[in-house]
């Protein structure tokens, strides 16, 4: 019997989420206390990076803090989505 295991890739949406709502890379840097060019290293990655469940949860609140209030809350499914490789 073998064992055919899936692999998951999670991908980072960032990009199109500032890109929506509008924000910029210098507004997004300013909330967080970062580098625009952290934020723009951050917007460039097509995988979720590797970044700590707070650092995600300060992103996720300074992107609701800086969107217009017809975007709807912000939420880790709108920037993450999971993608299942093909077998």
Same mark, same amino acid.
């Given at each position: 019997? /073998?064992v055919?295991?899936? #692999?998951? /890739? %999670?991908?980072?949406?960032?990009? +199109?989420? @500032?890109a929506?709502?509008?924000?910029?890379?210098?507004?997004?840097?300013? +909330?967080?206390?970062?580098?625009? #060019?952290? %934020? /723009?290293?951050?917007?460039?990655?097509? %995988?979720?990076? +590797?970044?700590?469940?707070? %650092?995600?949860?300060? @992103?996720i609140? $300074?992107i609701?803090?800086? /969107?217009?209030?017809?975007?709807g #809350?912000?939420?880790?499914?709108?920037?993450? +989505?999971?993608?299942? $490789?093909?077998?």
């Open positions: 019997m /073998s055919v295991l899936s #692999t998951t /890739s %999670v991908r980072w949406k960032l990009r +199109e989420v @500032m929506r709502r509008k924000i910029t890379n210098k507004a997004l840097a300013h +909330e967080l206390g970062i580098h625009q #060019t952290t %934020v /723009s290293r951050l917007k460039t990655q097509d %995988v979720l990076p +590797e970044i700590g469940g707070v %650092v995600l949860g300060q @992103m609140d $300074a609701n803090k800086l /969107s217009k209030d017809n975007y #809350t912000c939420d880790l499914l709108e920037l993450i +989505e999971l993608i299942a $490789a093909d077998k």
